[in-house]
C-alpha cells in the first residue's frame, strides 16, 4: 500500500490529527501518497463536522476493500487506461483479421430447433442462472428497479415474477427432483428494493435459500486524467458503477461458482434485467452449448449492418492469438476498413451482417469459467470512457469512472477455450425495455428498434400468439398502434404463465387440438399460477383469466366466450401527467370492460365447457374492488393483486355455473 510520511500531510488533514484513529490516518496518508491531497482541501478543524469525516473515512475504507488491490490499484489502472484514452489509441491497433466464430443459427420449429430444445432440455438440472440487476428504471423514465416493473398491463406480472417462475418451471421439468440455484447480482440502488420485492412476495414460490442476491460496489468516480478523485462536498466521495462485470469476480470471491461445479451443474446462464423473452429461447441455446461442446455461448440476434449493436466476432492479432468476444459497434467499422473493407460492415446474402448481435445473455461452461475465475480472480478488463470538453482531450465534461463488462470474460478464457454464438430471431429471444419514449422515437428514426415498455409488452403478447399459430390455432392478427409517438403491432393479449407452456415440446400436451383454438384479435387471455391448463377446445372473442393452484389440472374442453374485453387506449395530455409510472412510460392504459375469470384455489381435476355466448354482470367500480369480487372495470388496474377482478371462483369440485351458460365438473361431481 502506498503511504507517505506525516511530514508530506497538507495543513488541513494535519489539523484533524487528533480526532483520527490510527487505521483513519493510514488510509489519509494513503491518499495522499496516491496525490489526492486535494480531497482533505475544504476540511475545517477538529472538533467541527468530526461525525463527516469519519463517515469519509468509512467510504474511502470500503472503496479501498471492495476493490482488487484497493485503491492504490484503481488509480494505477485508471492512469493507464486515461492515459490511452487522451493519447486516443486504437484499441485494435495489433489486429490483422475479423472473422466469423463458430455458431448456430435457430430456425424456431424446425426438426434441429426441436433436437436442440430437447438437449437443453436434458442439461436444465445442471444448469445456474444468474441476473445482473444493478440499475434503476431512470432511463426509462421510471424512478423504482426495473426488476419491480410490470412486463404487461392486463396480469401486472413483473419481470423478477416471470422470472422466478420460469426457473420454477424449468424445474418442475427435471427427471428428478432438483433445485436450480438463481444468483441475482443488486448494487447501492438497487439492493434494498430487489430484497424488499423478493420478501413481500414470498420469493414468487421459490425454496428458502434458492435465491442468492450479491451486491456490488460502485467505485471511485474521476475528474482528470491523472485519476484525481471527485468529491461531492468537502466530506463526500464521489461514486459511480463499475458495470456488470463484476458479477465475475463476486461469484468467485463468494465462493459460489466453486460450490456449484462441486455440486455437478455444468452450466451458468446470465441474463438481464428487462428482456421478458430470455427464456422463450435460452433452452435451444443450452441445447447449442452442449451439442457444439462451448464454454461460452452468446446468445444473439441477427444484426443489421452498422446498427448500434455490439456484434460478436472472433478477432486475430497478428501474434497469431486470437478472442471471440463483443466488439462494439463503433469499433467494429472502422477495423474493418482499416484491414481492406471500404464499405465496413455490410450485409451478406442473408440481409444482415455476418457479425451476429450481441444481447448480453451468455450461457458459460461451468468447469471452464471456475478455471478462469481462479486464473482471474474474476476481474475483468477494464476500460474508461471520459467524455472531453475539446479537442485536446483534457478536460471532463463530467466525472468519469474505470467500468467492466460481463461479456468480457469471453477475453479472460483461456486461449484453447471454444467460444461461439447462438442466433434467435428477436421475437422469439430479444425485446428489452431499455429506452424512454423519447429515447425510442429517436431509435426509431435512425432506423433501429425502440427498445422501450411499449414495444416489449407488445412483443411478450406477440410472441405466444405466433407460438400459438405456428402450432395450428386460429390467431387474431395484429393491430397497430400508436402510443405516445411509438408504433406498436398488437395481437390478442396474451400473458402465459412459464408452467404452462415454455418449450415447445410442451404445447402437445397443453394445445392438443390445436385446430379447436380460435383466439381474436381483441381478446384477451391470461393463464397465471403454478396449475396445470389443458386447452382441448375455446373460442375466444374477449377477456378471459384462468388462475390455479398447484395441484390444480384445468382442461378448457368447448368454452365459448364473447364478452367487451379489454381495450388499449392512449393516455391523452393530462392523463399523462397524473397517470403512475408504469403507465407514463408506455403511453397507454388498458381498460378492461368485460372479464371472464376462473380461479381454481385447490387441487383437483376441472374441466370447463360451454357453446353459448358469456356475457358477465357488470362490475363494481375499481374503489370498491378491493372489498368485493367484480366481474370488470372500465378502469386501468393497478400493480396490485388485489385488484384484479373476479367473476367465477372454482373452490374445490368445480366452478359456478353462469346463468346455465358456462359448467365445470370435477372427477367427483358435474355441476
Not at 456490488?216 to 485519476?227: F, G, H, R, T
Not at 457444439?292 to 501474434?319: F, H, W
Not at 431499455?434 to 428514426?445: G, R
Not at 401527467?577 to 371472464?596: D, S
Amino acid at each position: 500500500m502506498a503511504t507517505t510520511p506525516a511530514a508530506m500531510r497538507p495543513a488541513s488533514l494535519v489539523a484533524n490529527e487528533a480526532v483520527l484513529s490510527p487505521a483513519q490516518l493510514v488510509l489519509a496518508d494513503m491518499l495522499v501518497a496516491l496525490e489526492q491531497g486535494h480531497l482533505f482541501e475544504a476540511w475545517a478543524p477538529a472538533g467541527t463536522d468530526d461525525d463527516k469525516k469519519a463517515a469519509f473515512f468509512a467510504r474511502a475504507a470500503k472503496l479501498n476493500d471492495s476493490y482488487p488491490g484497493g485503491l492504490e490499484a484503481y488509480i494505477t489502472n485508471a492512469r493507464v487506461l486515461l492515459s490511452a484514452s487522451s493519447a486516443n489509441e486504437n484499441p485494435m491497433k495489433d489486429v490483422e483479421s475479423v472473422q466469423i466464430p463458430i455458431g448456430k443459427s435457430l430456425d424456431y420449429g424446425s426438426p434441429e430447433y426441436d433436437k436442440l430444445e430437447s438437449l437443453g432440455l436434458e442439461e436444465v438440472s445442471r444448469a445456474c442462472f444468474v441476473l445482473v440487476a444493478g440499475g434503476l428504471g431512470e432511463r426509462l423514465g421510471y424512478s423504482g428497479i426495473k426488476l419491480s416493473l410490470p412486463i404487461d398491463i392486463g396480469s401486472m406480472t413483473t419481470y423478477l415474477e416471470l422470472y422466478c417462475a420460469s426457473i420454477l418451471s424449468l424445474q418442475r421439468r427435471c427427471a428428478e427432483p432438483v433445485t436450480i440455484p438463481f444468483v441475482i447480482m443488486t448494487s447501492d440502488d438497487t439492493h434494498l428494493r430487489t430484497v424488499a420485492l423478493l420478501e413481500s412476495n414470498s420469493n414468487f414460490g421459490m425454496a428458502k435459500g434458492q435465491i442468492l442476491v450479491i451486491k456490488q460496489e460502485k467505485v471511485a468516480a474521476l475528474i482528470s486524467n491523472d485519476a484525481k478523485m471527485a468529491a461531492a462536498g468537502a466530506y463526500e466521495l464521489l461514486t459511480k458503477p463499475h458495470g456488470h462485470g463484476d458479477v465475475h469476480m463476486l461469484l468467485h470471491e463468494k465462493g459460489v461458482a466453486q460450490s456449484w461445479l462441486a455440486q455437478g451443474k455444468r452450466w451458468v446462464v446470465f441474463f438481464q434485467d428487462t428482456n421478458g423473452l430470455v427464456f422463450r429461447s435460452m433452452l435451444a441455446c443450452l441445447g447449442v452449448s452442449k451439442g457444439l461442446g462451448l464454454d461460452l455461448n452468446s446468445m444473439c440476434i441477427p444484426r443489421i449492418a452498422k446498427q448500434e449493436v455490439g456484434a460478436i466476432t472472433k478477432l486475430v492479432y497478428k501474434d497469431g492469438h486470437s478472442v471471440t468476444a463483443n466488439t462494439e459497434y463503433n469499433q467494429l467499422g472502422p477495423l474493418l476498413k482499416a484491414l481492406g473493407e471500404s464499405e465496413g460492415d455490410v450485409a451478406d446474402e442473408t440481409g444482415f451482417s455476418p457479425y451476429p448481435g450481441n444481447t448480453n445473455q451468455l450461457v458459460a461452461g461451468l468447469e471452464c469459467y471456475v478455471k478462469t475465475l481462479e486464473a482471474t480472480g474474476g476481474v475483468m478488463d477494464e476500460f474508461v470512457n471520459p467524455k472531453y470538453k475539446d479537442e485536446n482531450r483534457v478536460a471532463f465534461k463530467k466525472p468519469t469512472r474505470l467500468e467492466c463488462m460481463m461479456q468480457d470474460y469471453a477475453k479472460a478464457m483461456p486461449a484453447d477455450s471454444v467460444v461461439g454464438f447462438t442466433t434467435a430471431a428477436p421475437w422469439i429471444g430479444y425485446s428489452p425495455a431499455k429506452n424512454s419514449i423519447e429515447e425510442a422515437i429517436k431509435k426509431v428514426k435512425a432506423g433501429v428498434s425502440a427498445m422501450c415498455p411499449a414495444t416489449a409488452e407488445a412483443d411478450m403478447y406477440n410472441v405466444t400468439s405466433e407460438i400459438f399459430r405456428r402450432h395450428g390455432c386460429h390467431m387474431g392478427m395484429t393491430q397497430a398502434y400508436k402510443f405516445a409517438g411509438i408504433h406498436v403491432e398488437v395481437g390478442p393479449q396474451l400473458s402465459i404463465s412459464p408452467h404452462f407452456a415454455l418449450a415447445r415440446a410442451d404445447l402437445e400436451r397443453v394445445l392438443p387440438v390445436p385446430s379447436k383454438v380460435t383466439i381474436s384479435t381483441r381478446s384477451a387471455l391470461v393463464i397465471e399460477g403454478d396449475g396445470e391448463v389443458v386447452i382441448r377446445e375455446l373460442d375466444l372473442d374477449g377477456a378471459l383469466t384462468i388462475t390455479t393452484s398447484r395441484g390444480a389440472r384445468v382442461v378448457i374442453d368447448g368454452l365459448r366466450v364473447r364478452n367487451r374485453s379489454w381495450e388499449l387506449k392512449p393516455l391523452d395530455h393530462k392523463e399523462m401527467e397524473a397517470a403512475p409510472e408504469f403507465l407514463r412510460i408506455r403511453g397507454y392504459k388498458v381498460v378492461k370492460h368485460e372479464t371472464l375469470e376462473l380461479v381454481f384455489a385447490e387441487s383437483g381435476e376441472h374441466t370447463v365447457a360451454g357453446d353459448r355466448t358469456v356475457n358477465p354482470k357488470r362490475a363494481a367500480p375499481v374503489a370498491e374492488a378491493a372489498s368485493a369480487p367484480a366481474a370488470t372495470s372500465d378502469a386501468p388496474m393497478p400493480p396490485s393483486a388485489s385488484y384484479r377482478n373476479l367473476t367465477l371462483a372454482a373452490l374445490g369440485v368445480g366452478i359456478l355455473a353462469l346463468g346455465g351458460v358456462v359448467w365445470a365438473r370435477s372427477r367427483a361431481k358435474r355441476l
